[in-house]
T-cell receptor
Framework: GAVVSQHPSWVICKSGTSVKIECRSLDFQATTMFWYRQFPKQSLMLMAT?????????EQGVEKDKFLINHASLTLSTLTVTSAHPEDSSFYICSARETEGSNQPQHFGDGTRLSIL | GQNIDQPTEMTATEGAIVQINCTYQTSGFNGLFWYQQHAGEAPTFLSY????GLEEKGRFSSFLSRSKGYSYLLLKELQMKDSASYLCAVRDLSGGYNKLIFGAGTRLAVHP
């Protein structure tokens, strides 16, 4: 089945550091990938839609200069949290869909737990 | 805008049946998904409905009524490992592209 790999799994770093998270589709091509954030005991909140070869589409309230998204190829999207602060600590999850067909489920990476000290 | 409602918590007994309800309001409905998520892990896909009716997959079934904006996930023969959060998610076409919007999730606790 479709596999999405996300790296790293855990990040602990100092306030002010920029952190890059990678999301790869291992056995399929994904023109569109999605980035979510999840706080404890809350649901997944869509942050942005990553489009291969073009700019990402951000949800309302998400700072595009804070959360930089690059979708350089059909199998890789990256999310960079710039100048991270403690309030950015969260569980970040990416997902991708195998084709653009609407009945295809989104497959999720294992998530990245980000802790900013 | 979108609005997805599901109960916050439910408890059930091992071996029993439990139904988790989900109601939604969206302008560009294009299918409803159910995902299971264990604490600290990523969601895993359970089921998909785009037409009215019941979809059955082993111990799990999902129902959709588009006219009522309503779905449920039915879990039979509950096992302890079914203790998890169950996320109702609606695919929304408004804005020109498919995106999956999640409800807050229902935390299910299965006890012996």
């Amino acid at each position: 089945g479709a596999v999405v790999s996300q790296h790293p799994s855990w990040v602990i770093c100092k306030s002010g550091t920029s952190v890059k998270i990678e999301c790869r589709s291992l056995d399929f091509q994904a023109t569109t990938m999605f980035w979510y954030r999840q706080f404890p005991k809350q649901s997944l909140m869509l942050m942005a839609t990553s489009n291969e070869g073009s700019k990402a589409t951000y949800e309302q309230g998400v700072e595009k200069d804070k959360f930089l998204i690059n979708h350089a190829s059909l199998t890789l999207s990256t999310l960079t949290v710039t100048s991270a602060h403690p309030e950015d600590s969260s569980f970040y999850i990416c997902s991708a869909r195998e084709t653009e067909g609407s009945n295809q489920p989104q497959h999720f990476g294992d998530g990245t737990r980000l802790s900013i000290l | 805008g979108q609005n997805i409602d599901q109960p916050t918590e439910m408890t059930a007994t091992e071996g029993a049946i439990v139904q988790i309800n989900c109601t939604y309001q969206t302008s560009g409905f294009n299918g409803l998904f159910w995902y299971q998520q264990h604490a600290g892990e990523a969601p895993t896909f359970l089921s998909y409905n785009v037409l009215d009716g019941l979809e059955e997959k082993g111990r799990f079934s999902s129902f959709l009524s588009r006219s009522k904006g309503y779905s449920y996930l039915l879990l039979k023969e509950l096992q302890m490992k079914d203790s998890a959060s169950y996320l109702c998610a609606v695919r929304d076409l408004s804005g020109g592209y498919n995106k999956l919007i999640f409800g807050a999730g229902t935390r299910l606790a299965v006890h012996p």
